[in-house]
């Protein structure tokens, strides 16, 4: 049986082009230039003699082609994947790289991966952060499972902060991340000791603009909660870096809003202290986000069910 059709790196270009609804980041997702993509897809609309996308002066939309188009062709590249992934002979394991957010790499899975490396000693894990991981942050090239060529041994998952919504991929939820206010025990004994809600105006309050910008909450949103008034939502220290809001935090400098998860290592330890039980909500959560084409690879399945069951207990103290 002959197929008619069109050349298969404009349908790629289209598929990356139509998730992210940006020729740009599409280039960036498959190494290409903005202009390469944009010659892929009008050569796709020539062949179709259909218009795919509607280009607007910032951004672009889908018409109505292009939305029925898109389903079948991401299934489409799903199953020559999965064919590829059948058919290849792979003596070695290679590597299996994790892309995820900076500050769940450094305060939640590395403290961990002691456990994953004594349990599967033969997976060769490569762990890479990037901001990139989180929804609406801008896009990142080296965050995109195309990063990582699937025609090889080497494959790759991404641990996402966002909505869960990713379409073609498998996609485990680990849990949910509600904020905190954490400190140093110190501030519950200082100059202005914080024993009370009405307290926490008198202390120094730290900003991570890494969170706040894209996912995280405002400290607005606690002190509303708290039933306090805040009279400068900018006062106090900025950082670029949670790892640095992190670290100013267990020295005392002020409070932070903070992850639960993610600080509830350093809150067993007695590292840190949460004076209040006020947690602003998050509509994000934590996911696992694999290519289903490489879902069956034994590194892959390995760190899975690991992680997976990491995250059921991921309140448990860790071995110091």
């Known amino acids: 049986m002959s197929y008619r059709l069109p050349p298969l790196s404009s349908l790629r270009a289209f598929e990356a082009a139509a998730r992210h609804l940006s020729f740009k980041n599409a280039a960036q997702e498959l190494s290409v230039t903005p ?6 897809i009008k050569t796709l609309e020539d062949y179709l003699d259909q218009e795919l996308f509607v280009r607007l002066t910032r951004s672009l939309e889908l018409t109505p082609q292009g939305q029925a188009m898109l389903p079948k062709v991401r299934e489409g590249l799903e199953c020559f994947a999965a064919a590829v992934e059948s058919a290849v002979q792979r003596p070695t394991q290679g590597r299996l790289v994790v892309m995820l957010p900076p500050s769940f790499a450094t305060r939640w899975l590395v403290p961990r991966l002691r456990r994953f490396a004594e349990a599967e000693p033969s997976v060769h894990l490569q762990v890479m952060r990037s ?20 025609r090889e041994e080497d494959s790759m998952v991404v641990i996402r902060f ?21 400190c140093s ?21 730290l900003h991570d603009d890494t969170t706040t910008e894209w996912a995280g909450p405002r400290w607005e949103e606690w002190f509303r909660l708290a039933g306090l008034n805040l009279a400068n939502p900018q006062a106090g220290p900025h950082f670029s870096d949670s790892g640095m809001v992190y670290v100013a ?18 809150l067993v330890q007695g590292r840190l202290v949460a004076p209040f039980d006020i947690a602003v909500g998050q509509k994000f959560a ?5 290519p289903k084409a490489t879902a069956q690879r034994p590194a892959v399945v390995a760190f899975r069910q690991w992680l997976l069951q990491e995250a059921q207990t991921q309140a448990r103290p860790l071995a110091v």
Not at 249 to 266: E, M, R, T
């Open 249 to 266: 935090a267990l020295d005392g400098l002020g409070v932070a809003l903070a992850s639960k998860p993610l600080v509830a290592n350093a």
């Open 35 to 40: 202009t390469a993509i944009s010659h892929q």
């Open 162 to 182: 966002g909505s869960g919504d990713y379409p073609g991929y498998q996609v485990d939820r680990m849990f949910g991340s509600d904020y905190i206010a954490v």
């Open 185 to 205: 025990p110190k501030l519950l004994d200082g100059t202005h000791p914080l024993r009370e809600r009405a307290d926490m105006q008198h202390q120094i309050l």
């Open 286 to 290: 934590y996911y696992l986000v694999t």
């Open 131 to 150: 901001l990139g991981t989180i929804d609406g942050y801008p896009a990142d090239g080296a965050a995109s499972l195309d990063a990582v060529d699937l």
